[in-house]
Structure formats: structure tokens, C-alpha cells
């Protein structure tokens, strides 16, 4: 009874490690460039701060250094978000949606500002009739914050 009850526990938590590790396999396949979106929200407040995407190497590299990781498509290279502002993104928490195939960055915003524009967020104006009125203020400003480039 002993040596059964063993292998049955052996068996289990062979099963939630493998279950474990296909939670985390995102269906990098259902896109033909092999991207997926990625929002970040700030982890406190939940705002939304952007929209980016991730290929399988942003991915494992988000994991493996809790600092969020993109792939640039303007660029066509892997970027980690604030390596040239100093504005960094921890990672705190990840969601994945329902199909595997869409990801959400709860993070802790260093610096302050996601948006290379300066501002907090990337979604800083707002549809008002039809013109689009501007939120909050920079934080920074971009022209000295890049210029280092």
C-alpha cells in the first residue's frame, strides 16, 4: 500500500510540473510573424501603460530576468523596455489569456513613464467630439532623455 501511495505521489507531481511548464508555452504559431501583443499595466494602479509584442526569445528572456523584454518590429530586434530611458518595467505578475496566444505585463514602472513620449502611459490622449485632448503631464522629456543616443 505504501510503495502504491508513493507512486501515485511521484505520479502527481510529475504531472504538475508538466502542467506547470505547458501553462507557461504561449501559440507563438497563431500569428505568421510570430508575435504576440503584450499590454502592460501598471501593477498598482492598473492603468494600461502600452501595447508591445513578444516573440518566443522576449518571452524566455522576461521570464528569466523579471524585466520586461519586447520585440522591437521597427527595429526587428529584441528590446528591453528602458534599456536607453532607465525606465525599466518589473515584472510582478503575468496573465495569459484564455487561447495562449495573448499576454498581460502587471508591472512596477521605474522612472515613472512607460511611453517614450515622456508620459506615464502610451494611451495619454483622449478621444473628446473629434479632436484629442492630451492627459496627464510629461514626465520627462524625450528630447534629453534619447538625445544620450
Not at 51 to 63: F, G, P, R, V
Not at 103 to 126: D, I, M, N, T, W
Request: hydrophobic share 35%.
Amino acid at each position: 500500500m505504501e510503495k502504491e501511495r508513493k507512486r501515485e505521489q511521484a505520479r502527481q507531481e510529475k504531472k504538475t510540473t508538466q502542467e506547470k511548464k505547458s501553462m507557461i508555452q504561449l501559440d507563438f504559431s497563431k500569428s505568421a510573424d510570430g508575435l504576440l501583443p503584450a499590454i502592460v499595466q501598471d501593477a498598482e494602479s492598473g492603468d494600461v501603460l502600452m501595447l508591445a509584442y513578444i516573440n518566443q526569445e522576449s518571452w524566455e528572456k522576461t521570464l528569466s530576468t523579471g524585466k520586461a523584454h519586447f520585440w522591437s518590429r521597427s527595429r526587428q530586434q529584441l528590446w528591453l523596455k528602458g534599456e536607453s530611458s532607465g525606465h525599466v518595467q518589473l515584472i510582478r505578475e503575468i496573465l495569459v489569456d484564455c487561447d495562449q496566444d495573448t499576454v498581460v505585463f502587471k508591472v512596477e514602472q521605474l522612472g515613472g513613464a512607460a511611453c517614450h513620449k515622456g508620459y506615464h502611459s502610451c494611451f495619454f490622449r483622449k478621444v473628446v467630439g473629434e479632436n484629442l485632448q492630451t492627459l496627464g503631464e510629461k514626465i520627462f522629456d524625450p528630447a534629453v532623455v534619447y538625445a544620450k543616443k
